[in-house]
């Protein structure tokens, strides 16, 4: 019986890819069946939307993107207030993109900071996950992000990004496209995806650059059970060698996974100051 599941679900993809848009945003690029696999698999453990979850922050509003492939992408805006509470013209923007197993609504309250500080806070749901269209495809995604960056960068004056694990290869292919930024951090990311059958050129240590090694921050952590050392260690290495500042955290896991909120805060307040720097 679980061969017969297998099987079925093998051949329900070959006959997605039969049918899909090849040439098109949502082609594979990691092969028809793995890249279609990884992303059910990784989907299957994100926790289901929520609005209950954004009822305490009333700075908090839904919004939405429409891709070139018009795709509707939703999520969450923070809004930038005051100590009152009270809207605030904003200074910036951060735009937070998400590991594979979390969804906007789960993760906009860990923004407010940014929001209390005077900057517009954003997450979005990736394609094919929580509320947003479209379908789950790494190609995609990229190219959604890279849309997302550009059009927050023609309404803001600061612009800061920030890409947890599989969000960390989505923000280097974007800003590795020549996106212009004020500063990003890259936390828990791995080095490379071509070890896993997908083009070199969306490697995220192929798009680190000295061009603006001085905005980035590369965060490991020694603890980290999901990404070991042998999948982040080269990127790190790489950004250190061409002057970004890294940190590998001797008492960090994978984010949002620290053993205690003393070291999780830790780790929020090194992130925050390099995005921030100054501000």
């Known amino acids: 019986m679980k061969y017969l599941l297998i099987t079925s679900l093998f ?3 070959a006959i997605s890819e039969a ?9 594979t690029i990691c092969g028809a069946l793995k890249e279609r ?25 839904a919004t939405e993107f429409l891709t070139g492939d018009e795709k509707k992408l939703r999520g969450y805006k923070f809004s930038a207030h005051d100590e ?8 910036g923007y951060v735009l937070m993109a998400l590991g594979n197993a979390m969804i906007a609504d789960q993760m ?21 996950y929580g509320s947003s269209d479209g379908k789950r495809r790494i190609k995609a995604i990229i190219e959604d ?28 292919n974007a800003i590795g496209s020549g996106l212009e930024f004020d500063s990003a951090v890259i936390d828990s990311s791995p080095s490379r995806l071509s070890d896993m059958g997908c083009p070199s050129y969306i490697d995220p240590i192929s798009h680190l650059s000295e061009s603006f090694s001085s905005k980035l921050l590369i965060v490991t952590g020694e603890q980290d059970q999901v990404l070991d050392s042998s999948m982040t260690r080269e990127l790190r290495e790489k950004a250190d060698q061409i002057g970004a500042r890294t940190i590998n955290g001797i008492e960090f896991a994978h984010p949002y996974m620290d053993s205690s909120n003393e070291v999780h805060n830790l780790r929020t307040k ?7 720097m100054g501000n």
């Open 11 to 13: 051949v329900a993809i």
């Open 19 to 27: 049918h899909g848009s090849n040439g098109q945003r949502e082609e």
């Open 37 to 61: 696999f990884l992303f059910l698999i990784w989907s299957a453990i994100t926790p289901e939307p929520d609005p209950a979850r954004i009822t305490a922050h009333p700075n908090i509003e």
């Open 84 to 91: 009152s509470g009270d809207a605030i013209a904003p200074k």
């Open 108 to 128: 906009i309250g860990e923004l407010a900071d940014y929001a209390k500080r005077g900057f517009d806070a954003y997450i979005y749901d990736y394609r094919g």
């Open 145 to 172: 992000y890279k849309e997302i960056i550009s059009d927050l960068n023609g309404r803001y004056e600061r612009k800061m990004l920030y890409g947890i694990s599989f969000g960390g290869i989505v923000i280097l």
């Open 270 to 276: 090194l992130i925050r100051d390099h995005l921030l």
